[in-house]
């Protein structure tokens, strides 16, 4: 070693390594420390009151309209084909294979020992009728029903009972709706329960 280095060479002005080492790790850690609860406290205080918030609600109709086009006959066609294909999609009902079908006019028979009347249809009156015009589409309707329900497999649904102690039941074979199949044969017609249209002319 040169003789014109001071003897301790690694202090220069004050400043040693060690001495330098211990004054800047303090600081440091006590920066880091605080640092560190400052941002837990920050997420701890946003995690119980994330539900608080006074943020606007989402509106969904905003986001996807509702369609404004009404159905159509392919539509309702498709949804009765999708329901006989899926019966239980439909709701309660049963399905009746190999049981003895007895028609009893355009709109009522009987399967299983249980009398059935089909919804929403009205049929000429066979037990009696009031005229011979009746008597003909009477027997006419109840020709046709007879031949619709041996047809296939009935689809059996509905929980009504009417005045007269008859399951009123929404009826289909292979499909088809029956109610539908007697009107368009006009052998039939609508019925909402009410007051009935007579069928002499």
Not at 24 to 36: E, K, R
Not at 48 to 69: F, L, M, Y
Not at 166 to 189: K, Y
Request: proline letters at 5%; one cysteine or more.
């Amino acid at each position: 070693m040169s003789k014109h280095w001071p003897p301790d060479w690694s202090v220069i002005d004050g400043y040693s390594p060690g001495e330098r080492s211990r004054g800047g790790i303090v600081p440091v850690v006590l920066c880091a420390v605080v640092i560190g609860l400052a941002v837990g406290g920050a997420l701890s205080w946003t995690a119980r009151n994330a539900g608080s918030g006074t943020s606007p609600a989402i509106e969904w109709n905003a986001v996807q309209a509702v369609p404004t086009r009404a159905p159509d006959a392919q539509d309702i066609a498709w949804e009765k084909r999708a329901a006989e294909r899926n019966p239980a999609s439909s709701g309660s009902g049963r399905t009746v294979e190999g049981e003895n079908i007895r028609v009893i006019d355009g709109d009522t028979f009987d399967v299983g020992g249980e009398r059935i009347r089909i919804a929403g249809i009205d049929a000429p009156e066979t037990h009696p009728s009031r005229c011979s015009d009746e008597a003909r589409l009477g027997l006419a309707a109840t020709q046709k029903l007879a031949g619709l329900l041996r047809g296939g497999t009935l689809w059996i649904s509905g929980e009504k009972t009417d005045r007269f102690r008859r399951s009123v039941r929404t009826v289909r074979v292979n499909g088809e709706d029956i109610a539908d199949a007697m009107i368009g044969s006009g052998l039939a017609r609508n019925y909402d329960g009410k007051q009935r249209q007579g069928w002499c002319s």
